[in-house]
């Protein structure tokens, strides 16, 4: 394999099965009833999937390495206003959760919908619009 790829399980009707899908081909997909099946058929979906682009001109996207050394430390300083902080403060005290934990949940959130954004084409899903005052808005489009 040359791209990253993600492995799931699926069903459809009363049938279980695994899928393997590339990261970065697009519809480049493999299934089976195993891992490993699916993993196989999508190293092969991705050979044919090169050969066609090269045969029909179509750009092959580069190849990202992931290296040992890592690059984010998961820690950052952030500022915002004493209201703010005030508010969040009271929030993740009435969850049971310190601040830190409510604003790594706020994030993972926020790219949750913005992966929904980027990745749906159905006008029906709920969007993220950022207003001239950067205040978030989550509603219906």
């Known amino acids: 394999m040359k791209y990253e790829f993600e492995v799931y399980q699926m069903k459809v009707e ?12 697009e519809g480049c997909v493999g299934q089976g ?20 682009a090269k045969q029909c001109g179509i750009p092959i996207p580069d190849m990202h390495v ?4 890592p690059q984010y430390s998961g820690k950052i300083s952030l500022r915002f206003s004493p209201f703010v902080h005030e508010q ?3 929030l993740a005290k ?5 601040l830190n934990q409510y604003i790594n949940d706020a994030i993972v959130y926020y790219n949750s919908m913005l992966n929904e954004r980027n990745t749906s ?5 709920k969007s993220i619009d950022k207003t ?5 808005q989550f509603g219906q489009s």
């Open 132 to 136: 001239s005052n950067s205040i978030i």
């Open 121 to 125: 084409n159905s006008k029906s899903t």
């Open 33 to 52: 009833e195993t891992t490993v099946e699916a993993v196989n058929e999508l190293e092969g979906n991705e050979f044919e999937w090169l050969e066609t």
């Open 66 to 69: 992931r290296t040992d050394s």
């Open 94 to 98: 009435k969850q049971g959760i310190n």
């Open 14 to 25: 009363d049938h279980l099965f695994w899928v393997a899908k590339s990261k970065i081909l």
């Open 88 to 90: 969040a403060s009271g």
